[in-house]
C-alpha cells in the first residue's frame, strides 16, 4: 500500500520492506492530517489517500488509526464481530455441521419443553446458531505482559478475520523501549504488516527505519 497527503510531499510507500515513520513537530499540521483520515473512516471526505494494487482504496475499510495505548483493547466491535461471523461459518462446515445441528436441536428442544406448561403458545424464531454465538459474546483473552506483543497480535487479527490494513499509529514510540521496539519492528516486517508510525518528537533511529521529518517550521528533512 501506499499513503499520501497533499501537505507532504511525495507518497509512503509501504511495502518496501522498511518501517516508515513520519514525524510530524508542527502540531496545526499533526491534528490535520490526523483528522483528515479519521473523518475519512467516519465516511467523511478528505485528502488523505491509500492505494493498492487495485487502485484508490477506501479508507474506511482498508485503513486503522492506533491511538490509545495505556490500554489497548485487542476487544474492539468490528473484529469481534468479524471472529463472530467466522465462528458461524465454521460451525457450519462439513467437519462441525452435523454436531452444531444436534446442539441447536437439543437447545430448541429444551426450550419448548421449558415452555410446554405455559397456558399460551411460545414459540422461539430467534433461536439460531448465529444468534447463540452472539449471545455467548465472544471475547479476546486481554492478559498480556508486553504491549508491543498485544499490538502485533491485533494486526494478526485484523488481518486473519478482516483483511489486510494500513494501521497507523500515533506516538507509539513513546510506550516501548528501544530494544523491544526494534523487535517490533523485526516482527512487523517479516508477517508484511502496513504501518505508518505518526510521532510527534524524534525518537532513537534503528536501522529497520525509513524516516520522514517534519519540523517546527513546516520544512521536511529526510
Same mark, same amino acid.
Given at each position: 500500500?501506499?499513503?499520501?497527503?497533499?501537505?507532504?510531499?511525495?507518497?509512503?510507500?509501504?511495502?518496501?520492506?522498511?518501517?516508515?515513520?513520519?514525524?510530524?513537530?508542527?502540531?496545526?499540521?499533526?491534528?490535520?492530517?490526523?483528522?483528515?483520515?479519521?473523518?475519512?473512516?467516519?465516511?467523511?471526505?478528505?485528502?488523505?489517500?491509500?492505494?493498492?494494487?487495485?487502485?484508490?482504496?477506501?479508507?474506511?475499510?482498508?485503513?486503522?488509526?492506533?491511538?490509545?495505548?495505556?490500554?489497548?483493547?485487542?476487544?474492539?466491535?468490528?473484529? /469481534?464481530?468479524?471472529?463472530?461471523?467466522?465462528?458461524?461459518?465454521?460451525?457450519?462446515?462439513?467437519?462441525?455441521?452435523?454436531?452444531?445441528?444436534?446442539?441447536?436441536?437439543?437447545?430448541?428442544?429444551?426450550?419448548?419443553?421449558?415452555?410446554?406448561?405455559?397456558?399460551?403458545?411460545?414459540?422461539?424464531?430467534?433461536?439460531?446458531?448465529?444468534?447463540? /454465538?452472539?449471545?455467548?459474546?465472544?471475547?479476546?483473552?486481554?492478559?498480556?505482559?508486553?504491549?508491543?506483543?498485544?499490538?502485533?497480535?491485533?494486526?494478526?487479527?485484523?488481518?486473519?478475520?478482516?483483511?489486510?490494513?494500513?494501521? /497507523?499509529?500515533?506516538?507509539?514510540?513513546?510506550?516501548?523501549?528501544?530494544?523491544?521496539?526494534?523487535?517490533?519492528?523485526?516482527?512487523?516486517?517479516?508477517?508484511?504488516?502496513?504501518?505508518?508510525?505518526?510521532?510527534?518528537?524524534?525518537?532513537?533511529?534503528?536501522?529497520?527505519?525509513?524516516?520522514?521529518?517534519?519540523?517546527?517550521? /513546516?520544512?521536511?528533512?529526510?
Amino acid at each position: 500500500m501506499t499513503f499520501a497527503y497533499p501537505e507532504i510531499s511525495g507518497c509512503f510507500d509501504l511495502g518496501d520492506g522498511k518501517l516508515h515513520t513520519l514525524i510530524i513537530e508542527h502540531p496545526a499540521l499533526l491534528r490535520r492530517l490526523l483528522a483528515d483520515v479519521r473523518g475519512q473512516i467516519n465516511g467523511e471526505k478528505g485528502k488523505a489517500v491509500v492505494a493498492g494494487e487495485a487502485g484508490i482504496l477506501e479508507l474506511a475499510k482498508y485503513v486503522e488509526v492506533l491511538d490509545s495505548f495505556i490500554p489497548f483493547d485487542l476487544n474492539r466491535k468490528s473484529l /469481534l464481530s468479524k471472529i463472530t461471523i467466522a465462528m458461524e461459518k465454521c460451525a457450519l462446515s462439513p467437519e462441525h455441521y452435523e454436531d452444531s445441528m444436534k446442539i441447536m436441536g437439543e437447545i430448541e428442544s429444551f426450550l419448548h419443553r421449558l415452555a410446554f406448561d405455559f397456558p399460551c403458545d411460545i414459540i422461539f424464531p430467534k433461536c439460531s446458531l448465529s444468534g447463540l /454465538l452472539r449471545f455467548s459474546s465472544p471475547e479476546l483473552r486481554e492478559e498480556y505482559d508486553s504491549l508491543a506483543e498485544k499490538v502485533l497480535d491485533y494486526m494478526e487479527l485484523v488481518t486473519e478475520f478482516d483483511r489486510p490494513k494500513l494501521f /497507523l499509529t500515533v506516538n507509539l514510540r513513546s510506550y516501548l523501549e528501544d530494544s523491544v521496539f526494534s523487535l517490533f519492528a523485526d516482527t512487523l516486517l517479516s508477517h508484511g504488516y502496513q504501518i505508518l508510525m505518526i510521532e510527534n518528537y524524534e525518537k532513537t533511529r534503528i536501522p529497520q527505519e525509513e524516516r520522514r521529518i517534519i519540523d517546527i517550521d /513546516l520544512c521536511e528533512i529526510g
